[in-house]
Every structure is written in structure tokens, then in C-alpha cells.
């Protein structure tokens, strides 16, 4: 049970590149969330699903996009990378009571 | 529009005292709250949550407190050990299955 899992772990992208985070759970988890953490300012909520073929905007949605075509897995796509995209990405899923979150992503955008 | 706020970005504690960790929020929606913690280069992980309809949870050394017409809650640790060292965010929602709110997370340390 490896939980929630990210790919890649790190990356740097020059602007206007795009690039594809992985996010997967095998928990069966129905809803499941991308949010950015940035120094001060905790984490926000990007995108969400409440379950497969569903998806929905969240606090910071603009520059991303995200698709959900199987339960396990949540797409978050960058079309055309700008430094201030540059921040630490965390996948989520919810189980019961709370949410479980993967290791993370550091982006950097030069 | 920050609806959930830590004021303290940091905390020092001597090993085997008392740490209190505070948050208010400002939506009087919110009905589920949470308290995550997290290491450098790690996801947060869950550490205790609260309903509205209570005042008190503990779970072993931990215990959230919350203040629904303050609208504040707090978050004890005793005694504090050095490996409580981390980033402690709280986290509001309307519902538990909600989407969360965080605030901008408190930075303890533990000192020997």
C-alpha cells in the first residue's frame, strides 16, 4: 500500500514549456486534489476532483489543468510554464476523516 | 482573502514542555477542523481533527481546543519531544468531506 505517490520529484522547466505532474493513489479514494505551497502562504488548492471523469476548479486554477480519466490517477498540466509557477506541488486524496497527501514536487521555472 | 490564519510563523519550546500552536478563521461556515504536520522535503500528514459540535479532542500527547464564537482553535502538545520539530498547518472545511482552507503553517522547534 504505497498510498499516494508523485512523479517526478523535482523538475526545472524554462518559460513557456509544458510539462505532465503524475498523481496516484491506491487507496480507492474518490475525491482527490493538486494544491501549491509557496513560503507564507500555506497551501491552496488548485484543482480538485470528486471522482473519476470529474473536475473542478479551485482557488488558483489559472495556468493549469488537470484531467482525472481513471480513479487512481490525477494529471496536472502546465501548458506553457511561467516563473511564477515555480513552487512545491502536493497531491492529495481524501479518505474518511481527512486527507492524505503524496511527497511532493519541486518546480522551478527559469 | 486568507479565511484561516496562524499569526505566528514560528515557535520555540524547550523539550518536555507545553506547545501551543493557535489559529483563527474568519468563515463561520466552517464546521470540520484539522491539523497537519510536516518534515522538510514530506508531504503534510494528519495529525488530529475536530468537529464543531466539540470543544475538546485528544489523541495521546496532542489536543485541539476550539473557541466556536471566537472563532479560534488551538492546538497543545505535552510534553514536547525533538522529533515534534516541523511545519504545523491548520486547516478549515464546510463538512469533513469539504475542500480544506490552510493556513500559512507555524514552524516549531523543539530545543534540548
Known amino acids: 500500500n504505497a498510498g499516494v505517490t508523485q512523479t517526478p520529484k523535482f523538475r526545472v522547466l524554462k518559460t513557456g514549456q509544458s510539462m505532465t505532474l503524475l498523481c496516484a493513489q491506491d487507496?480507492?479514494?474518490?475525491?482527490m486534489y493538486w494544491y501549491r505551497q509557496d513560503p507564507g502562504m500555506g497551501l491552496r488548492l488548485i484543482h480538485y476532483?470528486?471522482?473519476?471523469?470529474?473536475?473542478a476548479k479551485g482557488e488558483v486554477p489559472d495556468g493549469y489543468n488537470v484531467s482525472r480519466l481513471k480513479k487512481q490517477n490525477f494529471l496536472l498540466g502546465l501548458e506553457s510554464a511561467a516563473p511564477s509557477q515555480t513552487s512545491v506541488y502536493f497531491c492529495?486524496?481524501?479518505?474518511?476523516?481527512?486527507?492524505?497527501f503524496g511527497p511532493g514536487t519541486r518546480l522551478t521555472v527559469t | 482573502d486568507q479565511q484561516v490564519k496562524q499569526n505566528s510563523p514560528s515557535l520555540s519550546v524547550q523539550e518536555g514542555r507545553i506547545s501551543i500552536l493557535n489559529c483563527d478563521y474568519t468563515?463561520?461556515?466552517?464546521?470540520?477542523f484539522l491539523w497537519y504536520k510536516k518534515y522538510p522535503a514530506e508531504g503534510p500528514t494528519f495529525l488530529i481533527s475536530?468537529?464543531?459540535?466539540?470543544d475538546k479532542n485528544e489523541d495521546g500527547r496532542f489536543t485541539v481546543f476550539l473557541n466556536k464564537s471566537a472563532k479560534h482553535l488551538s492546538l497543545h502538545i505535552v510534553p514536547s519531544q525533538p522529533g515534534d520539530s516541523a511545519v504545523y498547518f491548520c486547516?478549515?472545511?464546510?463538512?469533513?468531506?469539504?475542500?480544506?482552507?490552510f493556513g500559512a503553517g507555524t514552524q516549531v522547534v523543539v530545543t534540548p
Open positions: 475536530i468537529s464543531s459540535i466539540k
Open positions: 476532483s470528486v471522482g473519476e471523469g470529474t473536475t
Open positions: 486547516a478549515a472545511s464546510i463538512g469533513s468531506w469539504g475542500k480544506l482552507q
Open positions: 487507496m480507492n479514494h474518490e475525491y
Open positions: 468563515n463561520s461556515m466552517f464546521d470540520y
Open positions: 492529495a486524496s481524501t479518505g474518511l476523516y481527512e486527507q492524505y
